[in-house]
Antibody, heavy 122, light 108 residues
């Protein structure tokens, strides 16, 4: 059974940093691209960032480019999102998601974690 | 940026009825790059359909997808009580990988 478990969320002040982690199990982690997707009541679902199986390719939404960094450790079956210079508009429920296709991915998400809340507020 | 517009915003139907949900794109989207998700309160989205018409693993055959170009449809053949949820379309052909705003399917 595929499981994705996020951790590392919480309350942070504007301008602060936070690192999200996602522990994966139940599939061959290093065969698949992985992603972060966030959700708010106001803006709905928004793809944030993705990374290929071998970390060669990474991508970011314009809204987070230059502030967020995605990475993975295939030896630990883990995905990460380093979030710097956080803004109030980054407040959201963040999901870790597995890509439907192997290797470089399709940006379609077939398994999701339960999500972790990030709140940016003073 | 490609925008996906879903309609209706809310659909009120009874169990056993047929549901038709629409997703319209602001630009042509290849059918290969259109997906549908279901989300229930307090849960993560679940992939239903990819490639516009292919069911994901474990999805019942009452769920079907169709469409091409800018107009796509999710049809639920005969509603079961567990189908009442919010449904999202998503495109994966353009780098924003954007989602629609959702259609809430509620019990009438």
């Amino acid at each position: 059974e595929v499981q994705l478990v996020e951790s590392g969320g919480g309350l942070v002040q504007p301008g602060g940093s936070l690192r999200l982690s996602c522990a994966a199990s139940g599939f061959t982690f290093d065969d698949y691209a992985m992603h972060w997707v966030r959700q708010t009541p106001e803006k709905g679902l928004e793809w944030v960032s993705g990374i290929s199986w071998n970390s060669v390719y990474t991508g970011y939404a314009d809204s987070v480019k230059g502030r967020f960094t995605i990475s993975r450790d295939n030896a630990k079956n883990s995905l990460y999102l380093q979030m710097n210079s956080l803004r109030a508009e980054d407040t959201a429920l963040y999901f870790c998601a597995k890509d439907h296709e192997q290797w470089f991915g399709s940006h379609i998400f077939d398994y999701w974690g339960q999500g972790i809340v990030v709140t940016v507020s003073s | 940026e490609i925008v996906l517009t879903q309609s209706p915003g809310t659909l009120s139907l009874s169990p056993g009825e047929r549901a038709t949900l629409s997703c319209r794109a602001s630009q042509i989207v290849s059918s290969s790059y259109l997906a549908w998700y279901q989300q229930k309160p307090g849960q993560a989205p679940r992939l239903l359909i990819y490639g516009a018409s292919s069911r994901a693993t474990g999805i019942p055959d009452r769920f079907s997808g169709s469409g091409s170009g800018t107009d796509f449809t999710l049809t639920i053949g005969r509603l079961e009580p567990e189908d009442f949820a919010v449904y999202y379309c998503q495109q994966s052909g353009f780098s924003s990988y954007s989602f629609g705003q959702g259609t809430k399917l509620e019990i009438k």
